[in-house]
């Protein structure tokens, strides 16, 4: 339902046509730059990055009678834990999809290791990016190539080397034909925190400076909580994450948390600094789960 799964679900049937369409298929996102706009002639590719993030002042809309996001202005340091919180329609997703280039700020810059993400290379931008959605988009296709996909040259080791870092493994393994196990679509035969492990997988092969994380809503079996709980940490070790976050304790241990409301930031802290601050976090934090968009619990 998020924005910035649309284009990624739209990329995922282009995918899958192609798939059955060519023997090597190219990696995901030079798929989705075919389709969109050319870089500039000057983009730079960049071939490492540390990962620092800096919102310059952003305004954006989708719409030209309203504004969603104004004067939004952060920076995250080199493998910091970002939380974004607020209420429905604070604008936490119109954050990461200007961060992820799906659209271009009004105003404003958004930058990347001093970079404007609109002088880097579409491709060079995403190949140092990795998402960890709610809904993981799977394709027909065996377990390994469903990890596989965010790397395709990745060997058969570093796929399940990266499936047991993603506590996947021992689950895999249990299937009928292991990693060589058929998936449809749905990923019928696996359970939802299977398929966010597998979405973990993929993540860390493609071993990304930046991470995006959309932490489930939905109930998830305690003993699978923990194994995704523990891959996450895991996986987003000295990654820069940004975390669009639902449960407190993500929350209480992020460096930053970003309080969103009508498309402004309101307030930037840690938990304690918010608490402490006794303003629009606080209030959320003591208005209950429903206001703030979290589950407590864990
Ligand atoms: P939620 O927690 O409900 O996902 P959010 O904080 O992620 O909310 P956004 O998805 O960033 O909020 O939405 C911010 C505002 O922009 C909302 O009012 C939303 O209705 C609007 N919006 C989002 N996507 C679009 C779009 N493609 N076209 C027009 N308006 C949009």
């Keep these: 339902s998020r924005q910035f799964t649309r284009p990624l679900n739209d990329l995922a049937n282009q995918f899958n046509m192609l798939l059955s ?120 296709g065996t377990i390994r190539e469903n990890i596989r996909y965010s790397r395709l040259d990745a060997s058969d080791k570093d796929v399940e080397e990266a499936a ?31 398929k966010q492990l597998l979405a973990i997988a993929r993540a860390i092969l493609a071993n990304p400076s930046i991470l995006i994380l959309d932490e489930a809503t939905s109930s998830i079996d305690t003993v699978t909580e923990l ?16 975390v669009i976050a639902h449960r407190l304790n993500t929350i209480r241990n992020a460096d930053q948390i970003i309080v969103l409301h009508e498309g402004r930031i309101v307030e930037k802290g840690t938990h304690h600094s918010l608490l402490k601050a006794k303003g629009f976090y606080y209030e959320l934090y003591h208005a209950g789960t429903d206001q703030f968009n979290i589950s407590r619990g864990r």
């Design 164 to 194: 047991k870092l993603a506590n996947a493994h021992s689950f895999i393994m249990k299937l009928p034909n292991g990693y060589d196990t058929v998936l449809n679509e749905e990923g019928s035969g696996i359970s939802q925190g299977q």
């Design 21 to 140: 369409a060519m023997a090597g298929a190219e990696r995901v996102f030079e798929i989705i730059d075919m389709e969109e706009e050319e870089d500039e002639k000057e983009a730079v590719h960049l071939r490492n990055i540390k990962g620092e993030v800096e919102f310059h002042h952003v305004s954006f809309s989708y719409e030209k009678s309203r504004e969603t996001i104004q004067d939004i202005h952060f920076r995250v340091s080199p493998g910091e834990t970002v939380a974004l919180v607020g209420p429905t329609g604070a604008g936490k997703t119109t954050i990461i999809n200007l961060l992820s280039r799906f659209y271009d700020p009004d105003s404003g810059q958004v930058f990347i290791d001093g970079y404007d993400i609109k002088h880097i290379k579409r491709a060079s931008l995403r190949q140092h990016m990795a998402f960890v959605l709610q809904d993981t988009f799977l394709f027909q």
């Design 227 to 242: 194994k995704i709980q523990e891959a996450l940490q895991r996986l987003m070790k000295g990654r820069t994450s940004f």
